[in-house]
């Protein structure tokens, strides 16, 4: 459950994603996540996401979109944004069910314009706080793992979580489920392009 802090705010923008499955609604988070708001924000005002497709899609963990066209083609991005995800865990918000995060590599400052959907709680891509140490214990996609500090920092480092669906969940369940394959080297591709029409901020 979110924090106070971002639950009652009133003012928070809206980014509606068209897709030919149907319509989701975005609320985004600016103070649990100012940087990769901003940045969401700018790849929509500037039509990056008009024509994307979900590329990767799986089943109970998530729905990943915002850097292919539908022919597999990966658009062009600005440079990276931080990541925030530990601003974002203080202020209460997680990788929860409909919450929507940040894509990104093995580097934690990688993101750029790929996002993705969380179709169930995932505590394992939230940021972890570690212990004290120069080598320590944490816990890794449910495996218990002991690294130097400098490793651990970035295996924990978590996907930065910067939104909610709040409205068109429904649009999401259907595209989770949707049949997948491999397409181009990569894996979970839907056999039949799921494409965002248009992506419009509404407030």
């Given at each position: 459950?979110?924090?106070?802090?971002?639950?009652?705010?009133?003012?928070?923008?809206?980014?509606?994603?068209?897709?030919?499955m149907?319509?989701?609604?975005?609320?985004?988070?600016?103070?649990a996540a100012?940087?990769?708001?901003?940045?969401?924000i700018?790849?929509?005002?500037?039509?990056?996401y008009?024509?994307?497709v979900f590329?990767?899609?799986i089943?109970?963990?998530?729905?990943?979109?915002?850097?292919?066209?539908?022919?597999l083609k990966?658009?062009?991005?600005?440079k990276?944004?931080?990541?925030?995800?530990?601003l974002?865990?203080?202020h209460g918000?997680k990788?929860?069910?409909?919450?929507v995060?940040?894509a990104?590599?093995?580097?934690?400052?990688?993101?750029?314009?790929?996002?993705?959907?969380?179709?169930?709680?995932n505590?394992?891509?939230?940021?972890q706080i570690?212990?004290?140490?120069?080598t320590?214990?944490?816990?890794?996609f449910g495996?218990s793992?002991?690294?130097?500090?400098?490793k651990?920092?970035?295996?924990t480092?978590?996907?930065t979580?910067?939104?909610?669906?709040?409205?068109?969940?429904e649009?999401?369940?259907?595209i989770q489920?949707?049949?997948?394959?491999?397409?181009k080297?990569?894996?979970?591709v839907?056999?039949?392009p799921?494409?965002?029409?248009?992506a419009?901020?509404?407030?």
């Open positions: 459950m979110m924090a106070a802090a971002v639950a009652s705010a009133q003012d928070h923008p809206k980014v509606s994603l068209k897709t030919n149907g319509e989701i609604v975005i609320e985004l988070y600016p103070e100012p940087k990769t708001v901003e940045n969401f700018k790849y929509v005002k500037n039509g990056h008009k024509g994307t590329h990767r899609v089943n109970n963990f998530m729905i990943q979109a915002g850097g292919y066209d539908k022919d990966e658009k062009p991005t600005n990276t944004v931080a990541n925030e995800a530990r974002a865990l203080d918000l990788n929860d069910l409909g919450t995060a940040m990104r590599t093995e580097d934690p400052n990688s993101a750029t314009s790929q996002f993705f959907i969380n179709t169930r709680n505590d394992a891509l939230n940021h570690l212990p004290e140490g120069s320590v214990e944490f816990q890794f495996q793992m002991k690294e130097p500090r400098a651990a920092l970035r295996m480092a978590g996907y979580p910067f939104g909610k669906v709040i409205q068109g969940m649009v999401v369940e259907k489920v949707v049949e997948t394959g491999e397409a080297m990569m894996q979970d839907p056999n039949k799921v494409i965002i029409q248009a419009t901020l509404l407030k």
